[in-house]
């Protein structure tokens, strides 16, 4: 067996280093009144051990070359904040004296605006995913290197923990360790209460390897550390281990799961964990000695005269410096300056079609392309899929690219989370979906993404009634909604094939965390009166611009996505009859010029069309943006500018209700989206 | 053993049957050209000897105490229907002309508009939760029946099927079996090689009792559902099954999963299947015998004249019918009546607070009266809980009414799902979480639910900022946005704890789906000017009404939720200053009367506030309905009217990015949303 391991510290250090790190456990918990000291405390010695034999280095908390941790269970941030500013990351007075101060790092579940957190959680059950994520980036990198993934027990009862475990088993992730802190108490009691589980026969039956040790025996962590990296299969270390370890009264009770000690049993912790308390008051507290039970059942009795205690070693610190960092602002910050990273994909810039073809399609060649243009000096980009690649037209990529394609099955809550990691340090990878599939079911493990500054780019194949016979579970219309309710994804939602490939071209050289949406059925290429291709040869894609398809007078009607090529007949056959009405394209409707729309809100009819829920698609984002215009312009005294010709009117042509299951032209006349009811619609305005 | 379940026909006679249903599922697809007929055909051996041993009854397909089947793997829609109409609850003919035509009951993924389905799905690992969710509600109800749960052998890989595993188990839930139709296909290749599962260990590692048949072996599908009686575990029968079963050349080819016959492979379908083609072309085809593997292989050769097909027995139908229903509407309409319910639970009416709480106590005050109050008669409520009801206050009820009591872990998907399906028939179910965990996480849950008129109220009880502490992951603040991108779902977000006694008082009689959501924090007792409690004895909450708190001239501001204690001391504050705003209330922001609007536009300056996403919250609904008062009004030519005074402005204030964790004041502050900042910010538009 390799001995891959060694701590870099003794372990007698160790055990004196443990009870400082619980004594800044409850001093920071204490003096934010709130926080989560039983869990710290329990997977604490864990913490200890693995932060003290993996390969880090505090100096360059983003080497190349370093383990990674993933905190799946967040909120034990007050361990992982003393582990690390034990082992040089930072200084522990800061964390002690800032956690959970609104504007420090130091938040109340694990951030990595701290260094050494690699990973931001807090909803439970998603770590192992990050985990995997993090594993495949150093694969693809050709890092040698482990992965770790520290977790709660409670946490195990979370599905999403299942579809990574086999996940891991699939991919062979051997470079993965799990731990799970297994001190059976969750806030609401005992976990074989709560919802009783077999986590080894669990993980055993995806095919994990399962070892079994004490968590507070720095002996037996080690040993288990080791033995993980020999066996042939990603290995979940259970650990048991005692909720409030180290202090007597905490021990055991799922009341300090959440919550801080009082000033009072703050001083008896102390106590316990060999703190010499050396204040004044000593003396007072050694006079009375209130029993352990007392306190644990809330019974103190206030004879002494403890008000503001002092806290001595690490745990040295005072409410008035907290509360001076405060109204200061002097917060601790950190030069979190990762390893750098630019994308540069060659791109086909010139493509295009003449002929019709699905938005999906184009995705798919425009990644393919991509994947061939940069084969041989790239290896910076994922794709994942659940089980769709047919549909979703990531087949060619794979074909090209095996190695950096990832089949996850249907499992796409694991997905969504693990796609996310991968893309953190500079892989550009993108998720392709249903939209039901692909953004509906996992909304929150986007927003999580988002959190966490990643580099994902979901693409989905299917939104919109125009999935047609799949029906309403199907139907994704709430896409742009759904974006809009975060605050960092950018969102695409192309026009044609052409637009769509060109987006594709521009997305890929693109950081961030972006959504680019289409539909399922074929479209005819937009072309401009001339009848050239309107998204041609020397066509760029710019975030944000919208495309004027045809002018008019007598109205705006603004369009995204599938719905363009009906509005485009619509407008056409409206015009024959002398109605000529502006016609706009917007492919990036969470960007909107506000420009754009006090023109169209001056002609004094604005329509909108989408193949959306018409409450917060694109519809939505107009009113608001009209809302908004009116308002800036009004503060100009600059009244006759702004009025509009007529009095205003919007009127929003869209999903308005969960729809049938038939084909798309049928659905689509059922709500009222088809060229000839949107025709009778838009003439009754007039 | 008792052998409980008898089959009430012969197996000779089901084997017959198997034939005709295969050639209905392909026709049906053909007919539609889509569906699903691999997995449909492997299914349907299962489902074929299920509903002919089950009690049910097909002329009362509501009937109190039948057992109730979840078809969790909803494509396999035209099993399903060809099964159920075989057994007599509808006409066959009306499934096969209908299949997959918008504006009929009989849609691509199992829809409860079609008799003898009980439960809509279509996003995959779902099923299961909801089987439990009725399990619960038979043991509620005490009926004694049994329920079972069919799936695919793909979803196995869903997270949300170990939670519901475990959930069956913890709740001794022995009248459940759950098949899987195990034909080892997935839409993209071999389970094995998508995602390598052992299912028959996870579900053994879960506690469940696990049968392997031959899942086309009447025999031993029967013998398995008697044994699975007698068994004191939930049982799974893992059945091993042929996708594409009956039909040579479909047989364990993963592109039947989702892809339906030409016209000229179903009629070789049908040869193999024993359906001799009487159609004068019958000769040509013998005659030219094209070989199976040239169909498989898309190489049909055109050497005969086959072009519109005449299918024999159940069959016969014709593309003019088709169209004929589509054109004329003419679509099949069954009487869906179920046991019929009401809600009439008593509540303490009268019930007030005169001292400030959190909305929360409040809530959980309201729910344990009405345990209280109807205890000794009622049995038709349920809440629920994911290991947090100290937190969301739930324990009280728990204490009072232990046995409609669900501690379901840290498990919210599967939640989300059984919560849902318990409330369907009549059962009052309160499912409370915080906002991240009770709808973010679980968004997509609920919409499924939604689709299924459930009776669900999800009660979040820690929204926005005010959550404070525990930081971005726990800031819910998308909870409006979330509802507003559903359109079943009603929400009510109370001010202060005396408007959320009373709004539970007014859902727990209320059918449908609600939100109600509120904040962390304690809240100061709204008072009128009189100094009286304004929601106070004789208040009833009303939905969609707002609360005028204060009169004034100068401009409105909107508010909801935790911010109205905020907004009533800005709001003096300015008065004092000669600035006199009119301040309303609303705690139904899905719901706001056009008339209210078009009154404060005229004023011609509205803010908005709320611990919210500024982009998709309070203000955002408000602006859509100025925008749609404006256009309501100007159609009347009645300008005067509905000029502001002044040129109008809306400013938003709420949540403008992911938020600190800190104190709920200090993040407030950090988002300008503290009483100083809304004071200096309201100034700055005067």
Redesign the interface.
């Known amino acids: 067996m390799k001995d891959i391991l060694k701590p870099i510290i003794s372990i007698e250090k160790l055990q004196t280093l443990s009870n400082e790190a619980k004594a800044s456990i409850l001093a920071m918990t204490t003096l934010?009144k709130?926080?989560h000291p039983g869990g710290s405390m329990s997977s604490l010695d864990l913490l200890l051990a693995l932060y003290h034999c993996i390969n880090i280095d505090p100096k360059e908390p983003f080497k190349h070359d370093r383990d990674r941790v993933v905190i799946s269970h967040?909120?034990i941030s007050p361990a992982v904040y003393s582990v690390l500013a034990m082992r040089g990351y930072f200084d522990l007075y800061d964390a002690i004296t800032q956690f959970?101060?609104?504007?420090?790092p130091f938040?109340?579940?694990v951030?990595p605006l701290v260094p050494g957190v690699e990973w931001?959680?807090?909803?439970?059950?998603q770590g192992l995913s990050a985990a995997c994520g993090f594993a495949l980036e150093c694969r693809l990198k050709s890092i040698s290197n482990h992965i770790y993934c520290i977790m709660g027990d409670?946490?195990q009862?979370?599905?999403?923990?299942?579809?990574a475990r086999?996940?891991a088993?699939?991919y062979g992730l051997n470079n993965l360790t799990a731990i799970v802190d297994y001190n059976k108490i969750?806030?609401?009691g005992n976990?074989t209460e709560?919802?009783?589980?077999?986590i080894k026969?669990?993980y055993?039956?995806?095919?994990w390897g399962v070892i079994q040790i004490n968590g507070h025996d720095y002996r037996e962590i080690f040993e288990a550390l080791n033995k993980a990296q020999n066996i042939d299969a990603p290995v979940l270390i259970l650990a048991k281990t005692i909720m409030g370890k180290g202090v007597s009264f905490m021990e055991n009770k799922e009341k300090y799961h959440g919550m801080a000690l009082t000033d009072e049993e703050l001083m008896f912790a102390f106590k316990d964990l060999n703190y010499i308390i050396e204040s004044e008051n000593e003396k007072d507290i050694n006079k009375t000695s209130p029993t352990m039970p007392d306190i644990m059942v809330g019974k103190e009795k206030k004879t002494h005269t403890l008000t503001e205690p002092e806290y001595r070693d690490n745990g040295i610190m005072h409410r008035e410096k907290r509360k001076s960092i405060?109204e200061n602002k002097l917060f601790a910050t950190y030069n979190l300056n990762p390893e750098q990273y630019i994308f540069d994909f060659q791109v086909n810039k010139e493509k295009y079609y003449e002929k019709s073809t699905d938005n999906r399609s184009a995705w798919g060649d425009a990644l393919a392309d991509i994947a061939r243009k940069n084969k041989d000096t790239k290896r910076n980009i994922a794709v994942f899929?659940c089980?769709?690649?047919?549909?979703v037209k990531t087949s060619e990529f794979n074909k090209i690219l095996p190695e950096n394609f990832f089949?996850?099955?249907?499992?796409e809550?694991?997905t969504a989370v693990c796609a996310g990691a991968i893309s953190k340090y500079g892989i550009q990878t993108f998720f392709a979906g249903f939209g039901?599939?692909g953004l509906?079911?996992v909304?929150?493990q986007h927003?999580?993404n988002?959190?966490n500054f990643t580099n994902l780019k979901v693409v989905l194949t299917h939104v919109g009634l125009d999935v047609?016979?799949?029906?309403?579970?199907?139907h994704c219309v709430?896409y742009i909604?759904?974006v809009?309710?975060m605050?960092?994804f950018k969102l695409i939602i192309p026009a044609d094939p052409n637009q769509t490939y060109k987006a594709i071209n521009y997305v890929v050289n693109q950081k961030g965390n972006w959504l680019i949406a289409m539909g399922r059925s074929k479209l005819d290429i937009i072309r401009n009166d001339n009848d050239e291709v309107f998204f041609g040869k020397d066509y760029l894609f710019e975030y944000g611009k919208v495309d004027v398809l045809k002018d008019g007078n007598a109205g705006t009607l603004y369009v995204t996505g599938t719905l363009v090529n009906t509005a485009i007949k619509v407008v056409k056959r409206l015009s024959l009859e002398g109605l000529n009405l502006r016609l706009v394209n917007i492919p990036s409707p969470l960007e909107i010029d506000t420009e754009e729309i006090l023109r169209a809100y001056k002609t004094g009819m604005i329509f909108t069309l989408e193949d959306h829920?018409v409450?917060?698609g694109l519809g939505?984002l107009i009113?608001?943006k009209?809302?908004?215009a009116?308002?800036t312009?009004?503060?100009k005294?600059d009244?006759e500018n702004?009025n509009p010709k007529?009095?205003?009117?919007?009127?929003k042509f869209g999903v308005?209700?969960?729809?049938?299951?038939?084909?798309a032209e049928?659905?689509y006349?059922?709500m009222g989206l088809d060229e000839e009811s949107l025709i009778a619609r838009i003439k009754k305005e007039f």
Chains 1, 2 share one sequence.
């Open positions: 934010a709130s926080g967040g909120h959970r101060l609104a504007g420090s938040e109340g579940h951030e931001t959680t807090g909803n439970l059950g409670g946490e009862q979370k599905g999403q923990i299942s579809e086999r996940f088993v699939k969750q806030i609401c976990v709560i919802m009783p589980q077999n026969a669990n055993e039956s995806d095919g405060k899929d089980d769709l690649m047919g549909s089949q996850a099955g249907i499992a809550h694991h039901m599939f509906t079911e909304y929150n927003r999580l988002d959190i047609g016979e799949d029906g309403k579970t199907h709430d909604g759904l809009n309710n605050f960092g829920n409450k917060t939505d009113a608001q009209i809302v908004e009116i308002g312009q009004s503060s005294k009244t702004i007529r009095n205003f009117k919007l009127i308005e209700n969960y729809a049938f299951s038939g084909s049928d659905v006349k059922t």
